[in-house]
């Protein structure tokens, strides 16, 4: 097993009070490199920048600054690595695990003035972009080159930001995660030093040279470096696109539905399960009439007869199983109305129950594991009497239950926080993970251990010390400050 050396455990932070604080002077060194009108101290700001989409409560950064440039970020790094000041990089706050929040104070990097998108390779099929690029921006800019970036949270996430949680989403069964689909990225360490982790300039679609730095930064949320420039793969838009989606009588009957397609090989585009509540809620907000029963959406890409050919398939595995209402659209408005539904299933929820908070759990099991991990979901939801609106990508074996609470009702919170913690177990039992897409954050920190093992977890350490020494990345998340003193 791993030993942290003696010599990095001098080096480090002994107690929170250690980390320096953003103090005027601070604010005036920063302020000389982006100019004052690029940090912030304003209470409105530091608010914003200190929360995302979870329950988790935590603390407003001290300050906000907006950097321009990387060797901006390189410079910030620098005075705050000299001060021990914490560092909470910001992309557009759609995260579900508190990877914003400012758990020690500090000072959040917020990466929106870094727009531009450095360069388009149409014919190789990648893109690069700074920091602060949203995943609608990049696909706005290549669609009339006739591609597209799949990587789909559902939110307008930054594709740095989602290099930093390596998200996926609804097309992740197609397309991969974004491990699959990074191919190079700057990163701004905790000293100030600018590494890129595939070499300058590089944009190779296959490499063994040397260790995998992509994949290490990728998953990172914030607690290595701040990732200032992505360079991502690129897609063609699929010549013809169909939506379809069916309903059953039981959740089995959906999910082993699920199970027979992939195990058919039908190459789906994506393929998502919502659950009765969720169907409900989705009417109500997205003013559907779709039948309240357990129902997948579907949808196939291709040439205009393949997609024909999978969707006739597909009805047969769906009929097989019970599936009712079999119906697909080819019509980009119709298309558009369902998966825009689907989409805005956390907004259909927390519209459903105004004033609870809601949180996300994000299990994620090998897909033969599938039917009886969402079983145990509902059985878990009928046993704790908690609402248990589901949505999953589940050709995946990802799923999201939607658990509902009152932040001020003690026994409300510690309830929900059972029972995803009783299902986090349960997945990691099947083989599966804790979170397939969201992150460990601030939430799933003792889950990570669980999961990985010492020897994984020490391991994580030793690298978490020796790129940030001090401890002023994103301190709190993924490792427990305390582990590592
Ligand atoms: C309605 C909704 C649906 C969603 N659906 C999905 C889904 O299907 N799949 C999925 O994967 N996620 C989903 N998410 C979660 C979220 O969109 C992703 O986690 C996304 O990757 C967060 O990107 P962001 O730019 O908002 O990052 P933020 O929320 O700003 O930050 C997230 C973490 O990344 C770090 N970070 C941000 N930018 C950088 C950077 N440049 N360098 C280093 N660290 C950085 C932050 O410190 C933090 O720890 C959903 C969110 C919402 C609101």
Redesign the pocket.
Known sequence: MFRLPAAWAKSTVRSFSSFGKVDERIVSLISGIVGPGNITTSESARNLHGT??SFHPTRAPDAVVTPLTTPHVSEIMKICHSHRIPV??????????G??GAVYGGLCIA?HKMTEIVEVNQSDFDATVR?GV?RHQLNDWIRADGLHFPI????G??V???????????NAVRYG?MRENVLNME?VLADGTVVHTAGEGRRPKKTSCGYNLTNLFVG????L????QATVRLHGIPEATAAAISSFDTVQNAVDTVVQILQCGLPMARIEYLNVDMIRACNQFSNLDLKEAPTLFLEFIGSPSGVEEQAMLAEELCVGNGGENFSWATEHSERERLWKAR?????AIKATYPGKHAY?TDVVVPVSHLPETVLYCHSLAEEMEVPCPIVG?VGDGNF?CFLLSDQNNDAEMARIKDFSRRLALTAQSYGGSCT????I?LGKRELLIKEVGAGAYDTMKVVKKSLDPLLIM?PG?VIDLDHLL
Not at 152 to 155: E, S, T, V
Not at 160 to 170: D, F, R
Not at 436 to 439: K, Q, V, W
């Open positions: 995302d989409e909470i990089p910001f992309g557009t706050g759609t995260g579900f695990e990877g914003v990466m920091g949203t789909d949270p559902g939110a996430a930054s740095c930001g989602m290099c930093s949680t390596s998200a996926s989403g609804t995660t990163v990172s949320e914030g607690t470096g701040v990732i200032t989409h805005n299933c956390w907004y996300s990508h999201h397939g897409e969201h992150g954050g994103n998340k």
